[in-house]
Antibody
Framework: QVQLQESGPGLVKPSETLSLTCSVSGGSIDNYYWSWIRQPPGKGLEWIGYIYYNGIINYNPSLKSRVTISLDTSKNQFSLKLNSVTAADTAVYYC??????????WGRGTLVTVSS | EIVMTQSPATLSVSPGERVTLSCRASQSIGGNLVWYQHKPGQAPRLLIYGASTRATGIPARFSGSGSGTEFTLTISSLQSEDFAVYYCQQYSSWWTFGQGTKVEIK
């Protein structure tokens, strides 16, 4: 059974870049879409974007100007970069596998706080 | 953007009771709806996709129904392990989620 785990700094300063990595185990990255989703404290879930194993990418239009998602198939990992962060980007960030229209496997999430 | 609205925000229930959670879409999404279960510190778990199809390994006490703008998740007899937050998500146009319904012990 595929497992996903997020990793990265838990604290990022305003205006800097948030960087997270998702490690995929128990299955290959090939032939799937891989996504990032976040949940600010007390708010709902927000889809950030996805990358297909062949490199096709799609981002939430509301975040598109600041987001980069990339893939490292040799390490079975994919990554998220969000630049020019503000306090509004404080959230639990989840990585997930997208199957058709839904997300069938998720990581446990990692809290990233934006603060000086 | 399609807005998903869940109700109620919190539901206090006793084990063994039947539970009905609602999810409404701001415009018609056909049957393009998913339900997830989320417990603190755990990864969210896919329950239902296509509005009514149970995901692999999901017990039969979970059922989904609805189409268009109104959807329901029913738990026929609530078990202790079912206390969690439940989210709906649409995939008709991009991917948006509801705010969640917390099912807590009464």
């Amino acid at each position: 059974q595929v497992q996903l785990q997020e990793s990265g700094p838990g604290l990022v300063k305003p205006s800097e870049t948030l960087s997270l990595t998702c490690s995929v185990s128990g299955g290959s990255i090939d032939n799937y879409y891989w996504s990032w989703i976040r949940q600010p404290p007390g708010k709902g879930l927000e889809w950030i974007g996805y990358i297909y194993y062949n490199g096709i990418i799609n981002y939430n239009p509301s975040l598109k100007s600041r987001v980069t998602i990339s893939l490292d198939t040799s390490k079975n990992q994919f990554s998220l970069k969000l630049n020019s962060v503000t306090a509004a980007d404080t959230a639990v960030y989840y990585c997930a596998r997208k199957l058709s229209g839904w997300f069938d496997a998720w990581g446990r999430g990692t809290l990233v706080t934006v603060s000086s | 953007e399609i807005v998903m609205t869940q109700s109620p925000a919190t539901l206090s229930v006793s084990p063994g009771e039947r539970v009905t959670l609602s999810c409404r879409a701001s415009q018609s999404i056909g049957g393009n709806l998913v339900w997830y279960q989320h417990k603190p510190g755990q990864a969210p778990r896919l329950l239902i996709y296509g509005a009514s199809t149970r995901a692999t390994g999901i017990p039969a006490r979970f059922s989904g129904s609805g189409s268009g703008t109104e959807f329901t998740l029913t738990i026929s007899s609530l078990q202790s392990e079912d206390f969690a937050v439940y989210y709906c998500q649409q995939y008709s146009s991009w991917w948006t989620f509801g705010q969640g319904t917390k099912v807590e012990i009464k």
